[in-house]
């Protein structure tokens, strides 16, 4: 059984001078356009397709890859406003509606909104909603401390900027901390700051202090083996002042950081305690 709206993979069943018909199942042959065809293909093939509705309801194939998929965030641009609702460019030739009733403000033409893309159970109709609060995972997050993540900035408030973390979850960045300028829709990393007791996440663009001195070090070791054809006679046995004066680091800084690269499988060690790279 295929997924309107999502990518599925379907038996060619026939040809026509205007493109191809696949087996969707008790939905019926799905055509394919002419314009859509891979290279090469016979009946029988199993291709992989985009399922969604024409501007006459009717379910149609593609090969094309929209901007947004049933189930997913994206920031998309409003084409037009009309008296049903706004409708944005996914990449297709039918734009994607968003009814009235589901923009969390009105929506101007031209200008651009994080939504979510789903199935409308009556219709079953791609539609779009720019109240995605609604569409993310409310259960408590299982993030680490320092966890990277993928963030889409969303709407900024007086407190910060709102973002999606994984595709899942609300966060934020609180404006003391933005360094750089951010636009609705902007895709870039960041990292858990903390979750609050409320179930809250803060996030930061920037590694911690600490994280950062870590891999610092980390790049430092790593360094110095190359300079020493991949092997080092100081080792977590070396005393303070002899790691000090190598790396200018704690003896405990360097026992944390030789331990995170050994995890990353970068380094390993001889009997003597010697290290020496992979």
């Not at 996914?90 to 651009?112: A, I, T, Y």
């Not at 993030?143 to 709102?162: A, F, H, K, M, W």
């Not at 007791?197 to 920037?206: H, R, T, V, W």
């Not at 390993?268 to 992979?278: A, S, V």
Request: hydrophobic share 40%; with cysteine; charged share 25%.
């Amino acid at each position: 059984m295929f997924e309107i709206g999502k990518y599925n993979k379907l038996e060619i069943v026939k040809a026509v001078d205007f493109g191809i018909y696949l087996d969707g199942g008790s939905f019926g042959e799905i055509l394919m356009p002419t314009r859509y065809l891979p290279e090469t293909w016979k009946q029988g093939d199993i291709i992989d397709v985009f399922i969604y509705r024409d501007s006459e309801d009717r379910l149609l194939a593609t090969t094309e890859i929209p901007f947004i998929i049933v189930g997913e965030f994206a920031c998309l641009t409003v084409t037009a406003v009309t008296e049903i609702g706004a409708f944005l460019d996914w990449g297709l030739p039918k734009d994607l509606l968003v009814p009235f009733r589901e923009q969390k403000h009105k929506m101007v033409k031209g200008k651009s909104y994080v939504v979510y893309a789903y199935l409308d159970e009556k219709t079953l109709r791609i539609v779009a909603s720019s109240k995605v609060d609604k569409f993310l995972n409310k259960t408590v997050a299982e993030y680490l401390p320092e966890q990277e993540v993928d963030l889409i900035i969303c709407d900024q408030t007086d407190l910060g900027y709102n973002v999606i973390i994984n595709k899942s979850h609300r966060g934020l960045i609180y404006q003391n901390e933005i360094f750089q300028t951010l636009q609705t829709g902007q895709l870039l990393k960041g990292f858990v700051k903390a979750i609050r007791e409320d179930g809250k996440i803060d996030i930061s663009l920037q590694q911690s202090g600490y994280k950062k001195k870590i891999n610092n070090i980390e790049e430092l070791i790593i360094s110095t083996l190359r300079e020493n054809n991949g092997k080092t006679a100081i080792s977590e046995k070396s005393s303070p002042a002899i790691i000090y004066s190598m790396f200018g680091i704690s003896k405990k800084a360097f026992k944390m950081a030789i331990g995170a690269l050994y995890k990353k499988h970068i380094i390993d060690f001889r009997e003597n305690g010697t290290i020496f790279m992979k």
